[in-house]
C-alpha cells in the first residue's frame, strides 16, 4: 500500500470495468436489433437499462402509461365527432319542497338550490344562471358535465327540469376541461388539472417520439414499425390538435382560429383518424412495455395510478 499499488490496481480495476461495459453494451445492442437478448440475465437488463433504453426513451414510455386513461378518452371523444350522433335523453320533470327565505337574495337562493339538488358541479354559480322572467319568477339555468338543470323556484317548491347529457357529451365535455377551468368542484377542478397534465404529456410524447424514432430507425419489431410508422403519418395533424387545444385551453397565451376550427369540426375524418391513431399507437406501446420485463412493475403501477385517477374520477362525478 506504501507504494501506491492500491491505487494503481484501482485504477486499472476501474479501466477494465469501463472497457467490458462498453464491450457488453454494444454486444447487448447488436443481439437486442437481432431480438436475441436474455432478459432474464441480471447483467442484461443492467446494460440495457443503460445503454439502449435511455431516459429520452423512459420518459416516453412512462407519459403515455400514466395518461393512458386520458389518450383513450381522446381517441373516442375524436372518433365520435365524425359519427356526431347526438342523442340527448328526454328531460325529467320533478318537484321538490323549497322554501324562499324573507330577504334572501336571488344569488342565496340559488346557492341553497344548488346544494338540495346535489348539484355541485355546477357551482361556481354565474350570473347568467340567474334569471327573472317577465312575471318576476326566479328561473336558475345550471348547466354542468352532466346536463342540464333547469330550476323554477316557486310558491313552497322548485319546479325541476332535467336533461341529462348522454356519455358522449359527457366525455367530451371532460375533454375540454383543463386548468383554466374553476369549478366549485374538487373533483372537476382535480380533473381539470390532471387534463391539463396529459395535454402537455402529449407534447412530450410527440418530441420524445421523434427522438426515439430517429435513434432506433433500424430497429425491428412488427410492433415497433406499426407504432413507429403510424405515429410519424399522424405527427403533423396530432401537432395541430395539440397546439390548438392549448390555445383553446390558454387563450390568452396563443390564438390560432383556424386552427380551433379545425379541432372544433364535427364530422371531419381528421378526428376519426387522429382518434384511430390513438388507439392503435397505445395499444402497440402497451405491447411493447410488456416485452420489456425489467419495466413491467414500474409500469403496472404507473398505469394502475393514472388509471385510479382518471378513471375514478370520470365515474365518479357520472354517478
Given at each position: 500500500?506504501?507504494?501506491?499499488?492500491?491505487?494503481?490496481?484501482?485504477?486499472?480495476?476501474?479501466?477494465?470495468?469501463?472497457?467490458?461495459?462498453?464491450?457488453?453494451?454494444?454486444?447487448?445492442?447488436?443481439?437486442?436489433?437481432?431480438?436475441?437478448?436474455?432478459?432474464?440475465?441480471?447483467?442484461?437488463?443492467y446494460c440495457i437499462?443503460?445503454?439502449?433504453?435511455?431516459?429520452?426513451?423512459?420518459?416516453?414510455?412512462?407519459?403515455?402509461?400514466?395518461?393512458?386513461?386520458?389518450?383513450?378518452?381522446?381517441?373516442?371523444?375524436?372518433?365520435?365527432?365524425?359519427?356526431?350522433?347526438?342523442?340527448?335523453?328526454?328531460?325529467?320533470?320533478?318537484?321538490?319542497?323549497?322554501?324562499?327565505?324573507?330577504?334572501?337574495?336571488?344569488?342565496?337562493?340559488?346557492?341553497?338550490?344548488?346544494?338540495?339538488?346535489?348539484?355541485?358541479?355546477?357551482?361556481?354559480?354565474?350570473?347568467?344562471?340567474?334569471?327573472?322572467?317577465?312575471?318576476?319568477?326566479?328561473?336558475?339555468?345550471?348547466?354542468?358535465?352532466?346536463?342540464?338543470?333547469?330550476?323554477?323556484?316557486?310558491?313552497?317548491?322548485?319546479?325541476?327540469?332535467?336533461?341529462?347529457?348522454?356519455?358522449?357529451?359527457?366525455?367530451?365535455?371532460?375533454?375540454?376541461?383543463?386548468?383554466?377551468?374553476?369549478?366549485?368542484?374538487?373533483?372537476?377542478?382535480?380533473?381539470?388539472?390532471?387534463?391539463?397534465?396529459?395535454?402537455?404529456?402529449?407534447?412530450?410524447?410527440?418530441?420524445?417520439?421523434?427522438?426515439?424514432?430517429?435513434?432506433?430507425?433500424?430497429?425491428?419489431?412488427?410492433?415497433?414499425?406499426?407504432?413507429?410508422?403510424?405515429?410519424?403519418?399522424?405527427?403533423?395533424?396530432?401537432?395541430?390538435?395539440?397546439?390548438?387545444?392549448?390555445?383553446?385551453?390558454?387563450?390568452?397565451?396563443?390564438?390560432t382560429e383556424t386552427?380551433?376550427?379545425?379541432?372544433?369540426?364535427?364530422?371531419?375524418?381528421?378526428?376519426?383518424?387522429?382518434?384511430?391513431?390513438?388507439?392503435?399507437?397505445?395499444?402497440?406501446?402497451?405491447?411493447?412495455?410488456?416485452?420489456?420485463?425489467?419495466?413491467?412493475?414500474?409500469?403496472?403501477?404507473?398505469?394502475?395510478?393514472?388509471?385510479?385517477?382518471?378513471?375514478?374520477?370520470?365515474?365518479?362525478?357520472?354517478?
Open positions: 500500500m506504501g507504494l501506491g499499488v492500491g491505487a494503481e490496481l484501482e485504477c486499472v480495476l476501474a479501466r477494465v470495468i469501463r472497457h467490458l461495459r462498453e464491450v457488453a453494451i454494444k454486444d447487448v445492442e447488436v443481439h437486442y436489433q437481432r431480438r436475441r437478448v436474455n432478459f432474464r440475465n441480471m447483467h442484461v437488463r437499462s443503460c445503454g439502449s433504453f435511455p431516459v429520452i426513451a423512459r420518459v416516453h414510455l412512462y407519459a403515455g402509461l400514466l395518461t393512458l386513461a386520458n389518450l383513450a378518452l381522446y381517441a373516442i371523444v375524436g372518433i365520435a365527432a365524425l359519427l356526431d350522433r347526438r342523442v340527448t335523453p328526454p328531460p325529467v320533470i320533478s318537484e321538490t319542497s323549497f322554501a324562499v327565505q324573507a330577504g334572501e337574495s336571488d344569488r342565496a337562493v340559488a346557492g341553497r338550490v344548488v346544494r338540495v339538488l346535489g348539484l355541485s358541479l355546477a357551482t361556481p354559480v354565474h350570473d347568467f344562471a340567474i334569471k327573472r322572467d317577465p312575471a318576476g319568477v326566479l328561473v336558475l339555468d345550471f348547466y354542468h358535465a352532466n346536463g342540464r338543470h333547469k330550476v323554477t323556484v316557486l310558491d313552497g317548491r322548485l319546479h325541476v327540469v332535467e336533461t341529462r347529457a348522454s356519455l358522449w357529451k359527457y366525455l367530451s365535455t371532460l375533454h375540454v376541461t383543463t386548468a383554466a377551468f374553476k369549478s366549485g368542484d374538487w373533483r372537476m377542478q382535480a380533473w381539470a388539472w390532471w387534463n391539463e397534465f396529459a395535454m402537455w404529456c402529449v407534447l412530450v410524447m410527440m418530441l420524445s417520439g421523434v427522438w426515439v424514432w430517429w435513434q432506433r430507425r433500424g430497429t425491428r419489431g412488427a410492433f415497433r414499425r406499426v407504432h413507429r410508422w403510424v405515429g410519424m403519418g399522424s405527427l403533423a395533424v396530432i401537432a395541430i390538435y395539440e397546439v390548438s387545444a392549448i390555445a383553446m385551453a390558454h387563450r390568452t397565451w396563443l390564438h386552427l380551433n376550427r379545425i379541432h372544433r369540426m364535427r364530422g371531419l375524418w381528421l378526428s376519426a383518424g387522429i382518434g384511430m391513431a390513438l388507439l392503435v399507437m397505445g395499444a402497440t406501446g402497451l405491447m411493447m412495455w410488456w416485452r420489456m420485463p425489467r419495466e413491467r412493475r414500474s409500469g403496472a403501477a404507473v398505469v394502475g395510478l393514472g388509471a385510479l385517477i382518471a378513471g375514478g374520477l370520470m365515474i365518479w362525478m357520472r354517478m
